[in-house]
């Protein structure tokens, strides 16, 4: 798909408080994330969490924040996504203030839980109402770039403000600091963002709904514990969904959505993006810090330099998918990624690594975040009004679950390895490779239909057509 650069890409007042709005939760929630990460060894010291069991404050995020994502997103579509926005801004305000009083492992892990709901009802909320409040196709796509650096700066800023914030103040504040944020936001979402229009007469899946979100829980449990029953079950179970949505008379999916090659292979994209990045932040973080001897605040630098330089792509990645189309930016993003990972190669025990390290992820970063939007555009294109809460719910997933499997995946192959820069080279080596193939497939996955096939697009409406009749 090709946006005309010439179209009209006008934003009434209305509009831009809206996205305003909109584009300030995700913010936050991005800078919630890595802030609390940070913040992590207080947090479990101050609730007297052991250091084994630390882990666990992350996945109890984790666990409903990706297993969820997808059901809420498919009820925003059918109870309305303003309500379930607003939803998600309360619980995350009562989840904070609770996170900040904790004094105990339970109530400290109960706040983390409520957070991840939070989070798995906001984002895909968030996001229908963003791609709907634009209907100019030019405008969307540099709003989901100014959306995707957003995001990416809110990580950036998180990591770099999170240490100087607990070191000077308290890890408490790494939850209250949300509690003003999202106060403004629920005052303002009644007035500046409209209620999206609820399908009639349509109920939602209940089986198919049971069996996709114990699947993914199972799925993302076996993946953090390394639980290969539970990752078996999850698999079973998804299988089920499947067999329930070819069967359904209104599915929680539809098959028709997922065959389309923008959201197949757009989500494919996304997984692909936020694994390896996901898994050569945290084998670079052990580098630098074990053989590097670098400090936790040096080691902050070291990414969040980059990743602020990186904040500009996601605004021209929104006009060069305007000029271009979704297909060219999503491959060179990737590639780009994949490959300025090859450069880390040849990173040795002396600190003269970081000149190799620090330009290669200034590259890395804004290829990175390049592919964060595309893959955004590209499973969000091409769809039918009460299809939008299910798209951006799947985007979600796929962001949530690739954070989530990135880090064991990469802890793992890094492990093979008893000397640890050895482990580190073969983790890299694995990326350069799986981003190669993952691109190939991505070009060769959203080419142009022939001359006489149908398209996705056609598809839908043909079926419109044949339901009417």
């Known amino acids: 798909m090709t946006l005309d650069p010439d179209s009209p890409a006008q934003l009434r007042g209305r509009q831009r408080l809206a996205l305003v709005v909109l584009l300030g939760a995700g913010f936050m929630l991005s800078v919630d994330f890595s802030i609390l990460n940070v913040a992590l060894p207080q947090m479990g010291e101050g609730a007297g969490i052991t250091l084994?069991?630390?882990?666990?404050?992350?996945?109890?995020?984790?666990?409903?924040?990706?297993?969820?994502?997808?059901?809420?997103?498919?009820?925003?579509?059918?109870?309305?996504?303003?309500?379930?926005?607003?939803?998600?801004?309360?619980?995350?305000l009562a989840a904070s203030l609770l996170g900040g009083f904790a004094t105990n492992a339970a109530t400290l892990l109960t706040a983390r839980v409520l957070q991840g709901f939070a989070n798995a009802i906001a984002i895909p909320a968030a996001m229908a109402l963003l791609i709907t409040a634009v209907t100019d196709d030019r405008a969307r796509a540099r709003v989901l770039g100014l959306n995707g650096a957003l995001l990416s700066g809110g990580f950036t800023v998180g990591a770099l403000v999170g240490g100087s914030l607990v070191s000077a103040l308290d890890w408490r504040w790494a939850f209250w600091i949300n509690v003003p944020v999202a106060l403004v936001i629920v005052a303002l979402t009644p007035f500046v963002v409209r209620e999206s229009a609820r399908p009639a007469g349509v109920?939602?899946?209940?089986?198919?709904?049971?069996?996709?979100?114990?699947?993914?829980?199972?799925?993302?449990?076996?993946?953090?514990?390394?639980?290969?029953?539970?990752?078996?079950?999850?698999?079973?179970?998804?299988?089920?969904?499947?067999?329930?949505?070819?069967?359904?008379?209104?599915?929680?999916?539809?098959?028709?959505?997922?065959?389309?090659?923008?959201?197949?292979?757009?989500?494919?994209?996304?997984?692909?993006?936020?694994?390896m990045a996901t898994g050569l932040n945290f084998v670079l973080t052990v580098y630098l810090q074990e053989v590097l001897d670098l400090t936790p605040f040096a080691t902050g630098l070291v990414f969040g330099l980059p990743g602020l330089a990186a904040v500009f792509a996601g605004i021209l990645a929104g006009r060069l998918i305007g000029r271009y189309g979704y297909r060219p930016v999503l491959a060179a993003g990737l590639l780009t990624q994949g490959l300025m990972v090859a450069p880390m190669l040849l990173i040795g025990d002396s600190t003269t690594s970081l000149?190799?390290?620090?330009?290669?992820?200034?590259?890395?970063?804004?290829?990175?975040?390049?592919?964060?939007?595309?893959?955004?555009?590209?499973?969000?294109?091409?769809?039918?009004?009460?299809?939008?809460?299910?798209?951006?719910?799947?985007?979600?997933?796929?962001?949530?679950?690739?954070?989530?499997?990135?880090?064991?995946?990469?802890?793992?192959?890094?492990?093979?390895?008893?000397d640890l820069t050895e482990g580190v080279h073969l983790a890299m080596r694995v990326q350069v490779v799986a981003v190669t193939l993952a691109v190939v497939l991505i070009w060769i996955g959203l080419r142009t239909p022939r001359r006489g096939q149908p398209t996705a697009t056609s598809n839908t409406k043909v079926a419109h057509e044949r339901a009417s009749s």
Not at 55 to 76: D, E, H, K, N
Request: no cysteine; hydrophobic share 60%; glycine share 10%.
């Open 52 to 92: 084994a069991d630390l882990p666990w404050i992350a996945s109890a995020y984790a666990l409903p924040a990706a297993g969820f994502t997808l059901l809420f997103g498919r009820v925003a579509d059918l109870f309305g996504r303003r309500r379930l926005f607003l939803v998600a801004m309360v619980l995350l």
């Open 203 to 275: 109920k939602l899946d209940v089986p198919g709904a049971v069996a996709v979100t114990t699947g993914l829980l199972a799925l993302v449990y076996g993946v953090l514990l390394r639980d290969w029953i539970a990752f078996v079950v999850g698999v079973v179970l998804l299988g089920v969904f499947w067999f329930i949505e070819t069967r359904a008379t209104a599915p929680l999916v539809s098959l028709q959505l997922l065959n389309r090659p923008s959201v197949k292979w757009g989500n494919f994209g996304g997984v692909v993006a936020f694994v």
């Open 355 to 418: 000149y190799l390290v620090v330009p290669s992820l200034f590259l890395l970063y804004f290829g990175h975040v390049t592919a964060i939007v595309a893959y955004t555009v590209t499973a969000t294109s091409d769809l039918e009004e009460g299809e939008a809460g299910l798209a951006t719910g799947l985007t979600s997933l796929a962001q949530q679950i690739a954070v989530t499997i990135g880090i064991p995946i990469f802890g793992a192959i890094a492990a093979t390895r008893s």
